[in-house]
């Protein structure tokens, strides 16, 4: 049995909190907010000596690390190497790759923090095109139940399209019957969402920061179905209908598998160069990378939150391949297209 055989920790009174979980990578990586939210998605768990964590070859279902006790990892030539918590190697994730490429039986009693791997993707990709803001209504939108399909290369126009609207005391944001023309996030302030009018009002609830409305009546096409009326004043960040309806539209990427980039450099008819663009601990500790160190020999690690800053000093005659997976890698490839760059995508 593979993932399925954990368990709720039942030999130690460990708890979940930031300060277990920045000593492992990448979470000691994020900032305060993605940390907290990373406590939320994360969970203890505990494995009885003897038992099977993953196998070799299935898709992986969830990020482990090694906090107590000990593993054997088991590769394809039947060869085994331990691992224990107290390794140097046991700071970073157990197995990086969309595939397990080893089999991990507990040869002692062990402890693991677990994750989805996208729920940890998500938090990352918005971790690091925030990085450096004080700004987190848009970490609690994107890991709101609304956005999270939403396109990886899209989040940066994300943050770029919304606006900044005040409101006072009293002021009707949206009113009951009005057709939808924005999205809002609460950034500050308090609301009412009130339905019916005179002696049939019903008060609906009351929202906050962090908070959102009016996607609705744009996903239906359909009339505003309560009103909004502000009960302090406040900050809302909204969202026109155009783009809220266009952000939604997964862009076009082109992918290269690493034998097609390997036969195009082989060739050379084209210059080209990986670049990556999560934190460099990352980057380095990528075990599929560093199997092909004639690729990564010149590649560059850019993050997503420099990506921007740093396209000048790029060239337009080189032909550049994002090797980060996942969302961090369709943004960082989304970024250097809008910047005039040939770019793709390697397929991982």
Sequence with gaps: MTDQSLTSPSFTEMELNAALLKQYS????????SLEEAIL????????KGKMLFKREDK????????????????????TRSITHTDEAAAEMLED??????????????LLITIDPNELDLIMTVDQVNEGSEEDWMTRLLQSRIFELIPPANIQTLFDKFESVNYNTNDIVITEGDIGDYFYVVKSGKLSIDRGKGNDLMHLAQIGPGSFFGE??????APRNATITMLSAGVLMRLGKEDFTSLLIKPA?????????KTVIESGEQTI???DV?????????AELNEHPDLIANALNITLSQLRDETSGLSHDIIYVVSTPARRGELGAFILNQAGFDTYLLRR
């Design 26 to 33: 990448p979470y000691k990586l994020m900032q305060k907010n």
């Design 41 to 48: 998605k994360s969970t203890l768990v505990s494995l009885d």
């Design 60 to 79: 992986r279902k969830l990020c482990h690390w090694l906090i107590e006790g000990k593993l054997d990892l088991v590769d394809e030539n039947y060869e």
């Design 97 to 110: 790759q969309s595939a397990y490429q080893f089999t991990a039986v507990a040869i002692e009693d062990c």
């Design 216 to 221: 609705d009546a744009l996903v239906r096409n």
């Design 253 to 261: 990427t082109e992918y290269v598998t690493i034998d097609e980039l």
């Design 273 to 275: 160069r990986l670049i």
């Design 278 to 286: 999560r934190h460099e601990e990352e980057y380095k500790s990528d």
